[in-house]
């Protein structure tokens, strides 16, 4: 007898419900590509639970003639290509026709829609894939989907749903991606009755990302403008290096407009802002790529969040150069090795309005020891440019790489004596087993996050009052986040206001917190302690707010330290509860081991 049977059509939809409809923000994510899709001018969405109870998307698009609302919801059934060589260019966000049949499979859907030269609009009911009604209805031109109950015939996948807060968070983050890729449409969203963005057409991308995010956010940006038409362009916005975050969370990267995870970019942006940014930390950056559509593959992931490019490493080029040419712009990273006899301070250039409104800001040259193909890449540049004279020919040195170790904690020595410093950022030191590197910022960062802790576990906060309150904007995810976080804060020494709207004052900061930081340390964490980690043990959000803490408060790089300092810095640090890692697990001491140094000169 045979054995393989075709599954009836409500089941394979709902199978591939599994791959397009994750959680609630998978299924706003369709119905508002949908409606930009749609030519919408606004669209709306409003929740209720998380999405889960409720989940409406309304747009003033096309709309749908009768015969389509019903077919709409067939799987494969789609009006934005025809045959198979249209994937090679897709110029639209949907064209699998699937997100309408899979998300109407795994709940209650109602589909209201018309058109602009139908008399009469229409409605479609369908409940768990099976289709309950249809008939006449009222509405505008433009369509409104209602989805309720996500995942109510399948309990195994409602499992998975998060708390409300964590579905609101990705959703929030959605509906700020796509309304940042599209400026002209008027956004609306809504949350339990309550505006959370409503964003009116902008004229560009730099209004809607005031709109969207308050001016502090924009007054640290500069513009990107590069790459070429043919390969990839490369437009938009990047945070000047002083501001930084310890996730990817402010980076909205986009291709062809559309909103994509691509680690590529991701990491082509921070190729960008190599040796300005130390290791870990990450630029905030709202980056569009645009290539012709031939160029890029969309058809990868049935979500449609991967893409594949024809020429990966001529996208990565153009992006890496597009946001290091945004960068040495205001001065952070010189375009060119300078003459030696004419040291010049950098010369701000006003690329745009918003640099136009940027203090000149120091320059940071922190290098994390350049690897070997920087080093060959900046000799290269310096040979090929001719205002060069070559360098005095010196044969290469041996490179310790291989000989340098973390130290364990068993091995740290109370011994360590400090020389000087490398770079003003490592304390170069001795002890019983050889030469030791400190990093002075990592090794403050574990005295102070030990003592943050200590004053926190004897409910000791010791708090500076600001004599003028910092303001500070919440972006509308933040804001979801901040509620949470306040009380925790306050038990560090934190003072925090919520004035009207999305406005935050802080009145008073821990102390040791230079004022200054304490704006920086509030967007980072607001970041970090997304909606995911909130739900987590205290004890987990307490360490996080100590990190960061910490991490504020500490020596930077690129600062002279005098002897006294740094002995004193590595007597704290010998205190602490592990003076071998940094809170964020990176390591403070590195040894050169007495051992090797004698291997490396032959001596042994
Ligand atoms: P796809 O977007 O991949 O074509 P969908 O299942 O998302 O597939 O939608 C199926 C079809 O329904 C679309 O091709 C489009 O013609 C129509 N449609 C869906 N949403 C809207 C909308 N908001 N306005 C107008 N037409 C829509
Ligand atoms: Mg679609």
Known sequence: MSKIRVLADHVANQIAAGEVVERPASVAKELVENSIDAGATRITIEIEAGGRRLLKVSDDGEGMVRDDAILAFERHATSKIRASDDLIAIGTLGFRGEALASIASVAKVELVTNTADAAAGTRVAIDGGRMRDVKDAAHPRGTT?????????????????????????????????????????????VNNGRDVVRAVAAKNLRERAY?????AFLENLLAVDGGDASVARVTGFVSAPRDRRTSRDSQYLFVNRRFVRDRMIGRSLSEGYRSILPHGVYPAALLFVETPLEEVDVNVHPAKTEVRFRRPDAVADAVREAVRSALSSVGFVEPEPQIPQLPQPPQLQVASAAAASTPPQPRIEFAPLPSGDEIARDIEAMIRSSSVTSPAQTPPLDSAAKLVREVAPENV?????PLGQLEESFIIATDDEGLLLIDQHVAHERVLFDKYRALEAERRVESQQLLVPETFELTPAQAAVFDQLAPELEVYGFELMRLSGRTVAIRAVPADLPAGEARNMLAELLETVDAE???????TLRDEIAASLACHAAIKVNMSLTPEKMRWLIDRLLQTSS???????RPVILRL????????????
């Open 145 to 189: 989907i209602a989805v309720r109950d996500l995942f109510f015939n399948v309990p195994a996948r409602r499992k998975f749903l998060r708390s409300e807060a964590t579905e609101t968070f990705h959703l929030t983050n959605l509906v700020t991606h796509y309304a940042l890729a599209h400026p002209e449409i008027a956004f609306a969203f």
């Open 211 to 215: 709109q969207i995010f308050g001016e």
């Open 413 to 417: 020595s109370v011994n360590i004596r």
């Open 533 to 539: 980690k909130k739900s987590s043990a205290r004890e």
């Open 579 to 585: 003076p071998t890692t940094c809170p964020h697990g």
């Open 593 to 604: 081991g007495m051992r090797d140094i004698l291997k490396g000169f032959h001596r042994i």
